[in-house]
C-alpha cells in the first residue's frame, strides 16, 4: 500500500492549482480517506465559496478510483469537472477534465 501526498492537480479551465496533501491511504475496498476528503472541500471552500459540490466516487472501471471536483458554483450554467484516476497500485496516473466538449488531460506536477 502507497501513500498519495504533495500531489498538485492543475485545472485547465481556471489555472487555479489544487494541492493535495496527506491524502492517505487508498486500497481497492478502502473508502478516500477523510484527509483527502477535507482538504479538497477546504480548497474548494476557499476559491469557489461552497463545498456541497464536492463529491467522491470510489471506483471507475476495475482498477481505477476517481476524485470527483465540480468547480462551478450552484446555478451556474456552465459545467467544469476534474478527475484524479489512480491506478491499482494506490498511485495517481492521471487527472482529466470534463467540458462541453468531452474529456481531455490536465496537467500532473
Known sequence: MKIISSTTII???SNI???IVEAGY???NSFISDELINSVKNFVQSHWGHQDLVHFKNRLGK???RIHINT????H???SNSYGIFNSNQ????????TGRGYRDCDIH
Do not use: H, Y
Not at 91 to 98: A, D, F, G, S, Y
Open 17 to 19: 492549482m489544487l494541492p
Open 11 to 13: 485545472l485547465v479551465t
Open 77 to 79: 450554467p456552465g459545467t
Open 63 to 65: 482498477d481505477r478510483w
Open 26 to 28: 487508498l486500497c481497492p
Open 91 to 98: 498511485e495517481l496516473v492521471n487527472v482529466v477534465e470534463r
Open 72 to 75: 462551478i458554483p450552484p446555478g
